[in-house]
């Protein structure tokens, strides 16, 4: 990772904040884009990186993260595509229309611009790779949050979309796809979980399989990561075929 230049969204906490101080511990070049400015920028100071205000809502946002990077560094090399929110509705009484739309905006929308502003830098570089942060959630049912388990399950089907379209120019895309960890996002279902013995997994468990993605060579993969189970991309099931 010595001198790489890694974008990482939503980096200013949680996993985000985690593959960061990993990865400038290994000697790459962090550039953090979030909304929340006092921990980013305190933390870009920490590691010898750059901060920069990002909404994932909006495109250009993602257009001068990625911009900040190559101006800053020199170019990209990973752009890590992690920012993320529980919906905090269901589609039923609880619907609320404006929780809905902000969820699929940042979960979904995010990761869509992110790989769009991305890809000139990566194609730039000779090359790259793009891990987009999606969740066991998007592998099976989520009846606690399903508009959750819709817009991650719609970035694993982008990814493995994606993955072997730009194999061939050198560009790696995978999403990353944890359980439960103990970051912000668990909120209030953290307290519940704990009561029920359900595990919960340590963010480095989930910083260690961001690590083997990067080290890996697979594309279009959706890589989990579950409490007593080694990592790996999750095999999907074909479907079937016309006769």
């Not at 080290?215 to 993969?221: E, I, L, V, Y």
Request: proline share 5%; net charge negative; charged share 20%.
């Amino acid at each position: 990772m010595d001198g790489k230049v890694v974008l990482i969204t939503g980096g200013s906490n949680g996993i985000g904040a985690a593959v960061a101080r990993r990865l400038a511990g290994q000697g790459a070049r962090v550039v953090l884009a979030d909304i929340d400015e006092e921990r980013g920028t305190a933390l870009a100071k920490e590691l010898d990186g750059a901060f920069v205000r990002c909404d994932v809502r909006e495109p250009a946002d993602s257009e001068a993260a990625v911009a900040a990077a190559t101006d800053r560094f020199g170019g990209l090399d990973i752009a890590f595509l992690n920012a993320g929110i529980a919906s905090g509705c269901g589609v039923d009484a609880d619907f609320d229309p404006v929780a809905y739309r902000r969820a699929m905006a940042i979960n979904l929308d995010g990761v869509v611009y992110g790989v769009h502003a991305a890809l000139p830098a990566l194609r730039a570089r000779g090359g790259g790779q793009i891990i987009a942060t999606a969740s066991m959630a998007g592998l099976t049912a989520t009846p606690f949050d399903p508009i959750y388990g819709a817009n991650k399950a719609a970035v694993v089907g982008l990814v493995r979309a994606l993955g072997p379209t730009h194999l061939e120019e050198g560009i790696r895309v995978n999403a990353l796809c944890p359980s439960f960890a103990y970051t912000d996002i668990l909120g209030q279902l953290k307290e519940h979980l704990e009561e029920t013995g359900f595990p919960i997994l340590e963010v480095e468990a989930v910083v260690d399989t961001f690590m083997a993605i990067v080290a890996a060579d697979t594309a279009g993969d959706a890589w989990f990561v579950v409490p007593g189970r080694e990592s790996g991309p999750f095999t999907f099931r074909g479907v079937p075929g016309p006769r």
